[in-house]
């Protein structure tokens, strides 16, 4: 298990065996294509979803997610320098729209915290940037490992999901008391008992979607982005917590991991549902009634287990 984290490990530092990558000062963002030659490409991410410009296509199904509810597993999760990473086990994987299988690999934050009002998701819609924002890293499953889909023109999708204050998240407890295990870079832990699709937002079937890159070093296109419509809402307490536990290299807290906003050029952003300006953004009970379906199915899975 320690080989997996180190071997995910390097996937996301990618510029240690090079001069190691910054979001500010060295070798911070603005100079990223002068080692790595990908991150001043045309088909950069993250990107600012314009609501107005998105395309909707009635015809993109939903996501299918496998084995993201399984219970009582063991999920080892490192503080790498940059972000919280958590390794995700293959058993877990994304099927897209067109059928297309992706394998999970890795999960990591985003976030913001330098100031008060600094939020730190990496994508923005109609130029806001939300509180957090969570990256589920997949390989597609047409090859045999990471290291085999890299570089390929079709190899990797991430499905990207906010983060918003409004109220405790329960199902972020165990996650949160478990930063303070890895304060430094290099330490890990273990998280247990948690179940990854609870840590989703209640609606996975609404999303954008865009052919872009991995928005760190060394910033691949080849990267299929899935992004949901709907957050998962953490209290204010949950999400200063997230923001001021962890140190980077510099032995500094770490703040403002994220990558600025990239042109779209000539992409297209599409979804798989209507914008409408004028309509009333889901608010607290839209919350309260996905936090009643998520008791009910627990308590549905208890009466099962105990007929056996």
Not at 36 to 50: A, R
Request: net charge neutral; glycine share 8%; charged share 20%.
């Amino acid at each position: 298990m320690r080989a997996l984290v180190t071997v995910v490990s390097l996937f996301f530092l990618g510029a240690q065996a090079q001069h190691e990558w910054t979001y500010s000062g060295g070798l911070e963002e603005e100079q990223w294509p002068l080692e790595y030659p990908s991150c001043g490409g045309q088909k950069q991410s993250p990107i600012d979803l314009q609501r107005r410009k998105v395309q909707f296509n009635p015809y993109l199904k939903p996501l299918n997610l496998t084995g993201y509810g399984e219970e009582d597993m063991e999920f080892p999760m490192i503080n790498n320098g940059h972000t919280v990473q958590i390794t995700l086990p293959p058993t877990m994987s994304m099927t897209d729209s067109d059928g297309t299988r992706y394998i999970a690999l890795q999960m990591h934050y985003h976030w913001g915290g330098g100031s008060s009002e600094v939020s730190g998701s990496e994508h923005t819609i109609d130029g806001i940037r939300r509180v957090i924002e969570i990256h589920f890293v997949h390989y597609n499953a047409k090859y045999a490992n990471y290291d085999e889909a890299k570089d390929k023109s079709d190899g990797l999708a991430v499905l990207a999901a906010f983060i918003q204050d409004y109220a405790e998240n329960t199902y972020y407890s165990s996650f949160i008391s478990e930063l303070a295990n890895i304060q430094y870079p290099g330490q890990t832990t273990t998280l247990n008992g948690i179940d990854i699709q609870d840590m989703l937002p209640g609606d996975l079937y609404h999303y954008y979607t865009y052919s872009g890159s991995l928005t760190t070093p060394p910033c691949t296109e080849n990267v299929k982005w899935f992004v949901l419509e709907d957050s998962i809402k953490l209290s204010r307490t949950q999400v200063l917590k997230i923001e001021n536990s962890v140190k980077n290299h510099n032995n500094e807290t770490l703040h403002n991991g994220y990558r600025k906003t990239q042109p779209l050029h000539q992409r297209v952003v599409e979804a798989n549902f209507l914008y409408f300006p004028n309509k009333r953004q889901p608010g607290p009970h839209s919350f309260e009634r996905y936090l009643l379906k998520k008791k009910k199915k627990k308590k549905k899975k208890k009466k099962v287990g105990a007929r056996g």
